[in-house]
């Protein structure tokens, strides 16, 4: 499996812009589709942005659309999540998943590689 670590969480005043990176290793990234998640205190998990295999399809959330984009560079091993307009209820760990597959989904239950997550802080 693949081993994914996510950098780039920090705290931001509304409005403001954040990066996060995944950092893939152990198997060939560019054989993986990758979705970001993120996860608020007394929350189910749930789907943020997706990219397929070759970065050619994407996916988001409704709640983010417009605000966020996702990226990958599969020379470099790396995932992003390109945040901007930040707003409190963005606040969440974020999460960078893996998936053998061409093809992004939108479903947690299709992803079998997790990082451990970066914090992500919103404040008012």
């Known amino acids: 499996q693949v081993r994914l670590v996510e950098s780039g969480g920090g705290l931001v005043q509304t409005g403001g812009s954040l990066r996060l990176s995944c950092a893939a290793s152990g198997r060939t990234f560019s054989i993986y589709s990758m979705g970001w998640f993120r996860q608020a205190p007394g929350k189910e998990r749930e789907f943020v942005a997706a990219i397929s295999r070759s970065g050619g399809s994407t996916d988001y959330a409704d709640s983010v659309k417009g605000r966020f984009t996702i990226s990958r560079d599969n020379a470099k091993n790396t995932g992003y999540l390109q945040m901007n307009s930040l707003k409190p209820e963005d606040t969440a760990v974020y999460y960078c998943?893996?998936?053998?597959?061409?093809?992004?989904?939108?479903?947690?239950?299709?992803?079998?590689?997790w990082g451990q997550g970066t914090q992500v802080t919103v404040s008012s």
């Open positions: 998943a893996a998936r053998y597959s061409d093809y992004d989904s939108t479903y947690r239950r299709d992803y079998r590689s």
